[in-house]
């Protein structure tokens, strides 16, 4: 079964067993498991269902795998001749989860 579902501001497309790098999800550790009620549309076939905006009683669990930093993405600003230059740097928090089962 496949299911369109929303977290953390973003859309995705998942079935059983897939595994996602999404933003963290505050206060879980390794091992927790999450629940995702925001459930665009799920199913296969002629049972795919869209919901309007989400289905009602529809639910996917997640196990989170890891916490985890990004990759380091450096912002660098100058102005020409200025003498003006600035250097900063960031590492998303991200959240490794896999999807155990999907309920539409």
């Known amino acids: 079964m496949k299911a369109t579902i929303k977290t953390q501001g973003k859309q995705f497309s998942v079935s059983e067993g ?10 879980t550790e390794a091992g927790s498991t999450i629940e995702i ?4 549309a799920a199913g296969e076939g002629d049972n795919f269902k869209v919901g309007a905006p989400f289905l009602s009683g529809a639910s996917v669990q997640a196990k989170v795998l890891e916490n985890k930093r990004g990759a380091k993405v450096i912002i660098f600003k100058k102005k020409k001749r200025k003498g003006y ?11 490794v989860i896999k999807i155990e089962s999907i309920k539409a």
């Open 18 to 27: 897939d595994i996602l790098i999404v933003d963290r999800y505050p206060k």
């Open 37 to 40: 009620t925001e459930v665009l």
């Open 85 to 95: 230059e600035k250097k900063r740097g960031h590492r998303q928090e991200l959240s």
